[in-house]
């Protein structure tokens, strides 16, 4: 069973800088195309940026495109996305999810949640 547990969120002023991270449990990590998606009170969930299995390829929400970097670490079974230049919209609960398939928004599993708060 593959655990998600994300970590790095906080409080930042507009134009400041986050870098989340979501380590998992899992040995098939490498296996699995994933995402970041968010989601703020009131709000429809949002992909915001997904990457493929050999992390070579990737794909930003256009709200988010320039500003955002998705990584991942297969060694270390562990993703990661750069937030740069956030801005108070960008405020919301931050998850990261396996995808069932790597070219769309299709959420087969996502962690609890890091809260972002941009200011």
């Known amino acids: 069973d593959v655990q998600l547990v994300e970590s790095g969120g906080g409080s930042v002023q507009a134009g400041g800088s986050l870098r989340l991270s979501c380590p998992t449990s899992?040995?098939?990590?490498?296996?699995?195309?994933m995402g970041w998606l968010r989601q703020a009170p009131g709000k429809a969930r949002e992909g915001v940026a997904r990457i493929s299995i050999d992390g070579t390829s990737s794909f930003y929400a256009d709200s988010v495109k320039g500003r955002f970097t998705i990584t991942r670490d297969n060694a270390e079974q562990t993703l990661y996305l750069q937030m740069s230049s956030l801005r108070p919209e960008d405020t919301a609960m931050y998850h990261c999810?396996?995808?069932?398939?790597?070219?769309?928004?299709?959420?087969?599993?996502w962690g609890p949640g890091t809260q972002v708060t941009v200011s």
């Open positions: 899992s040995s098939t990590f490498s296996s699995y195309c």
């Open positions: 999810t396996i995808l069932s398939y790597c070219d769309s928004w299709s959420y087969a599993r």
